[in-house]
T-cell receptor
Framework: DQQVKQNSPSLSVQEGRISILNCDYTNSMFDYFLWYKKYPAEGPTFLISISSIKDKNEDGRFTVFLNKSAKHLSLHIVPSQPGDSAVYFCAASADDYKLSFGAGTTVTVRA | DAEITQSPRHKITETGRQVTLACHQTWNHNNMFWYRQDLGHGLRLIHYSYGVHDTNKGEVSDGYSVSRSNTEDLPLTLESAASSQTSVYFC???????????FGPGTRLLVL
């Protein structure tokens, strides 16, 4: 039973526009959330995270929003660039250092 | 530079064979993890370790084992490889007080 869900398998966006990736979770014990980016034939790389005590965290072009009441988080990428084309995984932790991952969303940035 | 490496990067084996995938990190991280990535499932946790001589089962541990004899290494063994274990395997590590994990480059395993 997947506790972290990314319901959009793919997203296509024009270069310069905003990419919005969504993630839902079911486990109310999750208190730390992360986004990872993965290129083909490489391991996932950490992108940005947010603690449950916050509702927003920003790092350059990347912003993560957390809505605890809805058990929902989203990643905004503004502006989208060709190098952002990758698979993005949402992950969550219940303060036990283990991560539960979503199935991933493939982002394609069109020139 | 500190890093996390996996070997081999690609492996083809036959059903029933024992296979060991290596994972080595030089960050001196206490926590180490093994995941498998399959289409439609994301990354699923196989086994994990919080320190030397500590090992724990993840959500998909059947048919796999690990041992932690030092801080740097967490080898993953498939006792008797099955076609269902064809996948891409990722090792990751993290410090004792941090949730963020850092991943190796992966091992692509094909079981024929």
């Amino acid at each position: 039973d997947q506790q972290v869900k990314q319901n959009s398998p793919s997203l296509s966006v024009q270069e310069g526009r905003i990419s919005i990736l969504n993630c839902d979770y079911t486990n109310s014990m999750f208190d730390y959330f992360l986004w990872y980016k993965k290129y083909p034939a490489e391991g996932p790389t950490f992108l940005i995270s947010i603690s449950s005590i916050k509702d927003k965290n920003e790092d350059g072009r990347f912003t993560v929003f957390l809505n605890k009441s809805a058990k929902h988080l989203s990643l905004h990428i503004v502006p989208s660039q060709p190098g952002d084309s990758a698979v993005y995984f949402c992950a969550a932790s219940a303060d036990d250092y283990k991560l539960s991952f979503g199935a991933g969303t493939t982002v394609t940035v069109r020139a | 530079d500190a890093e996390i490496t996996q070997s081999p990067r690609h492996k083809i084996t036959e059903t029933g064979r024992q296979v060991t995938l290596a994972c080595h990190q030089t960050w001196n991280h206490n926590n180490m993890f093994w995941y498998r990535q399959d289409l439609g499932h994301g990354l699923r946790l196989i086994h994990y370790s919080y320190g030397v001589h500590d090992t724990n089962k993840g959500e998909v541990s059947d048919g796999y084992s690990v041992s932690r004899s030092n801080t740097e290494d967490l080898p993953l063994t498939l006792e008797s490889a099955a076609s269902s274990q064809t996948s891409v395997y990722f090792c990751a590590s993290s410090t004792g007080g941090e949730e963020t994990q850092y991943f190796g480059p992966g091992t692509r395993l094909l079981v024929l």
